[in-house]
């Protein structure tokens, strides 16, 4: 996490750490943020407007919007770090490979493996996973896994290749340390400042990836609440009830652009040049 100095010098910084901490709290106390039950039909109040009663309305079936948001965010924070985790497992794994082996394994998974994920767009290829085995959580997870990796092996394995001739490396391979160790010990953590920021900002984009799907029906099945499956169901109430569309839209642009604050903010810090000319 950011230094509190580092926060109160950036405060797009500072409102992006006060809208995840926001989040996070939607995610873990839905129950006790969000009194009623997200999946209650209500068809007399439907689409009625913001009121003491529905802050944010209700939709089109009478369900309460805030609810929804609220228990959407479960959704959204859950997908964003299964998928920021998992593709920068298998990237950390795939690109260290190949930076530290080189020569023609890395060819195998620079030219073939990565440029033929590559060659599809990310969002086609979760679509084409999600339409054949079906939607649900886990498959979008794993969809959304196999089509981001591929960022993270390429970041993982140039670091390497800049890092595994470096002296530190070198007297480690001269004691008769393992490549194994060599990487875990040596160069992993001399790489990992990058990576953290194309983590956090790969949480902006795997949250509106899965919007996306949901928005397409291939996320989470209903009445399970999920941002995407809610602007869907607004947009045909663009103009008679704005509102049905307009708070799920909101929650999923605060959520994008504090991630990417924060990614901003980490990779002003982490390098050396921008926390000198911010007097950091």
């Given at each position: 996490m950011l230094p509190m100095r580092?926060?109160?010098?950036?405060?797009?910084?500072?409102?992006?750490?006060?809208?995840?901490?926001i989040l996070t709290c939607c995610a873990l106390f839905s129950p006790l943020i969000a009194r009623q039950d997200p999946a209650y039909l209500d068809l007399p109040s439907r689409l009625s407007p913001p009121s003491h009663t529905h802050w944010f309305g209700t939709d089109e079936l009478g369900r309460d919007?805030?609810?929804?948001?609220?228990?959407?965010?479960?959704i959204s924070m859950l997908v964003g770090v299964s998928v920021v985790a998992g593709s920068l497992l298998l990237g950390v794994i795939f690109g260290s490979i190949a930076g530290y082996y080189?020569?023609?394994?890395?060819?195998v998974f620079n030219i073939i493996v990565m440029n033929a994920f590559l060659s599809f767009p990310g969002i086609l290829l979760a679509i084409a996973f999600v339409a054949f085995l079906g939607p649900g959580l886990i498959n979008l997870i794993l969809a959304?896994?196999?089509g981001g990796w591929v960022g993270y092996a390429r970041l993982v394995r140039a670091q390497v290749l800049a890092v595994r001739e470096r002296e530190f490396v070198e007297a480690a391979r001269a004691l008769g340390a393992s490549d194994w160790r060599i990487v875990v010990r040596h160069i992993l953590p001399n790489i990992i400042q990058p990576v953290i920021v194309q983590a956090a900002i790969g949480m902006a984009g795997a949250v509106l990836a899965e919007g996306t799907?949901?928005?397409?029906?291939?996320?989470?099945?209903?009445?399970?609440?999920?941002?995407?499956?809610?602007?869907s169901d607004g947009r045909g109430h663009l103009f008679d009830a704005p509102h049905v569309a307009l708070f799920p839209a909101a929650a999923v642009m605060l959520a994008?652009?504090?991630?990417?604050?924060?990614g901003d903010a980490l990779r002003d810090y982490l390098d050396p040049r921008s926390r000198i000319a911010a007097g950091l």
């Open positions: 580092v926060l109160r010098h950036n405060p797009l910084a500072m409102a992006g750490a006060v809208l995840i901490v919007i805030f609810a929804r948001v609220v228990y959407g965010t479960r080189g020569g023609r394994i890395d060819r959304l896994v196999i799907m949901s928005f397409l029906g291939l996320g989470v099945p209903p009445p399970t609440a999920s941002w995407g499956s809610m602007l994008v652009l504090s991630f990417n604050f924060i």
